[in-house]
Antibody, heavy 118, light 107 residues
Framework: QAQVLQSGTEVKKPGASVKVSCKAS????????IVWVRQAPGQGLEWLGW????????KSAQKFQGRFTMTTDTSTRTAYMELRSLRFDDTAVYFC???????????WGKGTTVTVSS | SYELTQPPSVSVIPGQTARITCSGDTLSKQYSYWFQQKPGQAPVKVIY???QRPSEIPERFSGSNSGTTVTLTISGVQAEDEADYYC???????????FGGGTKLSV
């Protein structure tokens, strides 16, 4: 079963961009889909979007369309999410998860804390 | 848009049965999933496709669907089951997904 390793804590200013990585350990990762979920402090889970590992199919939640992008580097088995034009309320823990079938949430990363602060 | 509605909290005495509901119009057409999350940890899937339980999840966890409401039932609740629980489902197109607001289970 795949394991996923996420990048470390980020601190950004409002208006900046953040890119979080999610590296999968499985050699068969090309069969997987990837999901990004976030959780603001003290709040619930929020689905951001999903992508096939080859990024040939992606869908992001409508509220993030235009400033949220998912990409993958198949040579390193690493997926990325980028969130642009950061706002204070983007402060959250960002999780990636992978799986064979929708909703692609079989194996989760430990989360990456993103803090937006001036 | 659509939404999934959960009660904010459920309290139960150890050994009793806990039931957590999730309501939404698309639940009669789309599968539901349930996740358990303990403080400082990533979520763990405890039920998938309405009623299926991953092999590593204890048998006391079960799921059911009665149209536009799905229910997570924990029989013989143990102290270790105290956590936040989230339902998840897709919109009518099956493309966009959404979590319920979460339910804090106190044991």
């Amino acid at each position: 079963q795949a394991q996923v390793l996420q990048s470390g804590t980020e601190v950004k200013k409002p208006g900046a961009s953040v890119k979080v990585s999610c590296k999968a350990s499985s050699d068969s990762v090309s069969d997987y889909g990837i999901v990004w979920v976030r959780q603001a402090p003290g709040q619930g889970l929020e689905w951001l979007g999903w992508s096939t590992f080859y990024s040939d199919k992606t869908k992001s939640a409508q509220k993030f369309q235009g400033r949220f992008t998912m990409t993958t580097d198949t040579s390193t088995r690493t997926a990325y999410m980028e969130l642009r034009s950061l706002r204070f309320d983007d402060t959250a823990v960002y999780f990636c998860a992978v799986g064979i079938a929708a909703p692609y949430m079989d194996v989760w990363g430990k989360g990456t804390t993103v803090t937006v602060s001036s | 848009s659509y939404e999934l509605t959960q009660p904010p909290s459920v309290s139960v005495i150890p050994g009793q049965t806990a039931r957590i509901t999730c309501s939404g119009d698309t639940l009669s057409k789309q599968y539901s999933y349930w996740f358990q999350q303990k403080p400082g940890q990533a979520p763990v899937k405890v039920i998938y496709r309405d009623t299926q339980r991953p092999s590593e999840i204890p048998e006391r966890f079960s799921g059911s669907n009665s149209g536009t409401t799905v229910t997570l039932t924990i029989s013989g609740v143990q102290a270790e089951d105290e956590a936040d629980y989230y339902c998840l489902s897709a919109d009518s197109s099956g493309v966009y997904w959404m979590f319920g607001g979460g339910t804090k289970l106190s044991v």
